[in-house]
């Protein structure tokens, strides 16, 4: 039987304490969140027209860009999660024009040579394809599954994640990856095709395999030997350093696990869920958002080392809670659903409870309290931050992210209704 999480004492952390536990976020103030962020949706629709949204604000606004980042299917998806709320037909019209342009855009080839087809597809395809029946939103979906499964490296068994196929420079796989794997078993599901499934669950296995450290942290991305498709080396992109947690890449492990769990229920994904979200929670600040990096924990805050670099003037990643947030609703939909009898599961109270804490700190202390045209729902996260010991180009540091924003809708979604997910 897993126990549940100390939120309040940050347990695994030795000599840390959470002094101040943030209250979890009430039915009513959830509900009053969504429609804030409904109200801000609405807001920017006129000023994207047929443009997509940037990755990241700049100085607090999102320019409008062209369908050709791995990011733009997060607007379309909180266009649909506003329809779900509002029932505005507005929002229908714009989510079908969307559609339409990312259709061209797996149809004509754009800037689809890398593995973040579930991140495109599912926010704005699947999505409105479940909703609402669209057929060109369903082909579009499969079309671009295929795509994805044409990334698919049979020496090691997993997708690789960018790059040229077979690039030594890029033979690997980033954990990030767990999320697009739904939208294969989707497309098997709709398609009848076994090979959707098959290659999901071999990538899924490979990377349970590798990128996950004995002490439940994860590494960013995993190289592959092209020879003989045994594991070489964890290495990071956007994380602070190789051996330390990106604190979205744990973030997208936790999700991704709790996907994965609905889709095959074996209690060793439970107890891997378990121990990747305990060092999650044990290394986060008091207001239960993280550093960019979870080497930054909340010991070497108060100066307790040896846990990680001093964290002063480092920014956070607002986005990393959302996604955990949804994690961890997720995996208590799935526990509830799975549970026999009238008891219901503690461990799904426990993850249900962590999660409103994370999101009471987000709408109370992180999201947009002014509205405005081009803003988003959370201020301060961090797409990506230079560091001595990672090769990444730093952009979108303390700004509002597309995912960010979108994850804080789904989540305050998932508390309002029984929400079917998009992925
Ligand atoms: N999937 C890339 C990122 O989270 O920045």
Redesign the pocket.
Known sequence: MLKGFDVGGAGAVPGASVPDAIEPISDREAAEALDRAVGQVAMNLPLYGEKCQNHSSVAGVYPPCGNDQ?TTGFWPGEIWLAWERSGDPEFRRAGERYVESFSDRIRLKIAVDHH?MG?LYSPSCVSAWKLTGNETARAAAILAARQLLARFQERGAFFQAWGPMGDPENYRFII?CLMNLPLLYWASSETGEAAFADKADRHAATCLAHSFRFDHSTFHTFFMDRETGKGLRGETC?GFRADSAWA?GQA?AIYGLALAYGRKPDPSALELFDGVTRYYLARLPDDLVPYWDLSFNPAAVRGQGPYGPDSSGEPRDSSSASIAACGLLEIADRLEEGATGSGGSPFADSCRETARRMLGSLSRRYATRAPGPGKGHLLHGT??KKSPYNACTEEGVDESLA?GDYFYMEALTRLAVKWVPYW
């Open positions: 791995w973040d991140f990030d956007q979205r997208w797409y990506s995912w």
